[in-house]
């Protein structure tokens, strides 16, 4: 009852233009996390478009996505937005009646290195006709610059990076084609192989002319519309792709899919795919290592929520969050997200009430999410952006400051007053688009304006970003792929390994782990870059890089507070 009542207030409160309280929020000293919104200073002036006069199809609530990556090599984390556009009007409940000129569309922003931005996206040719929704970035080919996948309705488009600020449409000449509505994908090295394979989500059949619903609904939802299946892409090491979707085992799953991510979360060195799905129990795709997949996630505990509910599930992100050096699992949905402990047996415990993030989730739909340590003392801290499910209801967002042992406690109140504007967020993306150790975040809100959260946490601690580099290149297959996607990385930073961790600067574990992925989130991707806080400690012992080549790295005594470049030994 305290929960419906929370969501029955947050909801009358908000239609008050009042602030909503946030459940849990108790008068603990106050965190050294805050943000601000620098989306003006930075000079980043984008409007997402639900490509309608209001919101009316499921098509048009689920939002899009963004994208961290460094397309022009210059070490700086560049920014890619995804919008929707008008289409024809018997796609849209209520179309536009002037269309405007030129249509909404995707925009580039390349970092200018001051913490401003300048758009270049008819420079770069990244603009596509389509109703983009997500987005997700590798450098398929092993040329050293990574390239690009906007996924949408009706078709994908895989964009090749030219090297030289532009890029080419290269979806038909790779092999890709993916119809009907295609949502979050991931490229993961599933056979080892060097070269990086393409996921592709897909969420339902829409029928836009299906108007059979509750006028409270707004619109039909999910189950309303027949579900459909994923595909997955064998990069050739030549350019191109084969579907190996049937043979694989990918394509006997019908489903709803959200959020897709992809990495080891059993250690056996090969990666596993995880599918959030909207309404439909979720899938995780155990690597077989002989090219295919097995879904286990209702033996692995992953696949229903807490209460064996298929929940709305959004947002998914593996990392090590309880400091186990085992990957957990954290999911965004439209109840209480959910905190999953790797139990280190091929499976997960679900400790999201006992780590304070359900409780404190309640009240909200939850999206766009990142697990980073915010404030560098050496613990994972999680932010979550939250906005109406079916209706344009702005939510406050939230940020939660790891405090040890799997737990957390809601910072959100005062992490700055851009936190706590209410938007209707869907999509989110993460980096340190200044290289200074602290990690920002950009949220793609529902048919509004975008916004960039600036950290500017103080009392914080030291820190490491590594970014890793295959050996794999066109001509020379004998090493991991260029991104690293895929290798598991190991910090050892010992610190003040004899005091207890109170989550605060000057504590850090002594062992962190991560693992490079690709997508993470909801419909994003972050910075490839890896991020450790490092709390008090002033180097870093030593570094340990298990490459998906098979080989391992180890690099002793390493400065602090710097971007390493680890390159993989040939």
């Known amino acids: 009852m305290r ?41 980043i002036d984008f409007v997402h478009s639900c490509g309608s006069a209001q919101l009316g199809s499921l098509l048009e609530g689920t939002g899009s996505g ?28 209520y179309p536009l009646k002037d269309k405007p000129n030129p249509p909404p569309h995707n925009h580039l922003y390349r970092n200018n290195g001051d913490g401003t931005f300048t758009d ?55 092999g890709i084609k993916v119809d009907g509505w295609a949502i979050s994908s991931t490229w993961l090295d599933y056979d080892r192989d060097g ?45 191109t792709f084969t579907d190996v979707t049937d043979k694989s085992g990918i394509g006997a799953l019908v489903g709803r899919t959200m959020g897709v991510t992809a990495a080891d979360f059993d250690g056996d060195g090969w990666d596993d795919i995880y599918v959030a799905n909207d309404k439909t129990e979720n899938f995780l795709f155990h690597n077989k290592h002989d090219g295919t997949f097995e879904e286990i996630a209702t033996d692995a505990g992953v696949a229903y929520g807490q ?13 090590d969050i309880t400091g186990s050096g085992l990957l957990d699992l954290w999911v965004s949905d439209g109840h209480y997200n959910r905190l999953m402990k790797n139990n280190g047996k091929g499976g997960f415990d679900d400790i999201g009430i006992v780590s304070g993030l359900s409780q404190a989730n ?5 999206w766009g999410t990142g697990v980073y340590d915010f404030d560098n003392d050496g613990l994972p801290d999680i932010m979550v952006f939250h906005g109406g499910l079916i209706h344009l209801i702005p939510q406050e967002h939230s940020v ?34 200044e290289n200074n150790g602290k990690v920002d975040a950009f949220v793609v809100n529902l048919g509004a304006r975008g916004t960039l959260l600036h950290n500017i946490s103080t009392g914080t601690g030291h820190w490491i970003e590594i970014r890793l580099q295959g050996a794999n290149t066109p001509k020379d297959h004998s090493g991991s792929n260029r991104d690293g996607i895929g290798a598991r990385v ?5 610190g003040h390994p004899d005091t207890p961790t109170t989550g605060v600067a000057g504590t850090p574990e002594e062992r962190q782990v991560a693992e490079r992925v690709a997508s993470s989130g909801y419909l994003s991707q972050d910075d490839g870059r890896l991020h450790f806080g490092l709390g008090a400690a002033e180097k870093v012992d030593r570094i340990v890089v298990h490459w998906p080549s098979g080989r391992e790295q180890t690099l002793e005594n390493q400065a602090v507070d710097r971007v390493l470049t680890i390159e993989e030994p040939k």
């Open 490 to 494: 190991e910090v050892w930073a010992a």
């Open 66 to 93: 963004c994208i961290w990556f460094d397309y022009n090599n210059d070490g700086l984390p560049d920014l890619y937005l995804l919008s929707g556009r008008p289409l024809d009007d018997s796609m849209h409940p």
């Open 3 to 43: 929960l419906r009542y929370l969501l029955t207030i947050g909801l009358a409160t908000a239609a008050m233009g009042q602030p909503v309280p946030h459940a849990s929020q108790t008068p603990a000293a106050k965190s050294t996390i805050r943000f601000e919104d620098a989306t003006a200073k930075a000079g």
């Open 195 to 239: 070269c990086v394979d393409l996921f592709v989500g897909r969420y339902v059949k829409f029928d836009p002319k299906y108007r059979n619903y509750y006028a409270a609904d707004n619109y039909p939802g999910p189950l309303d519309y027949e579900g459909e299946t994923n595909q997955l892409f064998h990069n050739n090491c030549d350019g």
């Open 307 to 319: 209460d064996g509910e298929a929940t709305s599930s959004m947002g998914p992100v593996f990392a």
């Open 400 to 433: 939660f400051r790891g405090v040890g042992g799997g737990k957390f406690e809601d910072v959100s109140r005062d992490a700055g007053a851009v936190v706590n504007t209410r938007t209707v967020a869907r999509g989110a993306c993460f980096a340190d688009y």
């Open 120 to 174: 270049v996206t008819d420079q770069a040719g990244v603009n596509p006709d389509l109703y983009s929704v997500a987005v997700t970035a590798a450098d398929y080919d092993n040329d050293g610059y990574e390239d690009l996948l906007v996924t949408g309705y009706g078709k994908v488009v895989l964009y090749h990076n030219n090297g030289n600020g532009t890029f080419t449409d290269v979806t038909a000449k790779a």
């Open 362 to 366: 309640a009240q909200y739909v939850s």
